[in-house]
């Protein structure tokens, strides 16, 4: 059974940083892209970034790029968001989700993980 | 402002059919394939349609995809009360080299 279990969430002051981890388990983890999405307080979902299964590609958001890095450990089935200079806009839930068919098809997502951004 | 633009909200009556639109461009929609999700409240979305309009395992025939030009449409026939979520779409914008969801479709079955 596939399984995403993302972690690292918590409140943050603005300016501040936050790494979140995404533990996979239940497939072949570096056979898959893999993408987060956010979901602020009452919205609707954006995608964030995904990275390719060998971690040479990576693609972003024009909201998080030059903050955000996506990163990858296959050797750890864990894919990685590392967030700096955080704004009040990035507060959100935020998921990884298993890319499984073409152009951001995700079969698989995790629970979500919660980062606030406030004072 | 979502890039891909969907009604905010939809409604039918139990038994009847939906439609929800999903408008792109040429750069998204246009050239390359859409998923639906529905999500419920305080959930994790879940994949209904993918590459235009293959149901994912275990998605009942209700559900169905399509798409033409620079818009698909996700359908749902016989609609149930279980079926009132938020549903959204997604593909990869290849000018921005960046996925893009729709803004979301509130689905109410009256």
Request: net charge neutral.
């Amino acid at each position: 059974e596939v399984q995403l279990v993302e972690s690292g969430g918590g409140l943050v002051q603005p300016g501040g940083s936050l790494r979140l981890s995404c533990a996979a388990s239940g497939f072949i983890f570096s056979n898959y892209w893999m993408t987060w999405v956010r979901q602020a307080p009452g919205k609707g979902l954006e995608w964030v970034a995904n990275i390719k299964g060998d971690g040479s590609t990576r693609y972003y958001a024009d909201s998080v790029k030059g903050r955000f890095t996506i990163s990858r450990d296959n050797a750890k089935n864990s894919v990685y968001l590392q967030m700096n200079s955080l704004r009040a806009e990035d507060t959100a839930v935020y998921y990884c989700a298993r890319v499984a068919y073409v152009d951001e098809g995700f079969d698989s997502w995790g629970q979500g993980t919660l980062v606030t951004v406030s004072s | 402002q979502s890039v891909l633009t969907q009604p905010p909200s939809v409604s039918a009556a139990p038994g009847q059919k939906v439609t929800i639109s999903c408008s792109g461009s040429s750069s998204n929609i246009g050239n390359n394939y859409v998923s639906w999700y529905r999500q419920l409240p305080g959930t994790a979305p879940k994949i209904l349609i993918y590459e235009n309009n293959k149901r994912h395992s275990g998605i009942p025939d209700r559900f169905s995809g399509s798409k033409s030009g620079t818009s698909a449409t996700l359908g749902i026939t016989g609609l149930q009360t279980g079926d009132e979520a938020d549903y959204y779409c997604v593909t990869f914008d290849s000018s921005l080299n960046a996925g893009v969801f729709g803004g979301g479709t509130k689905l109410t079955v009256l």
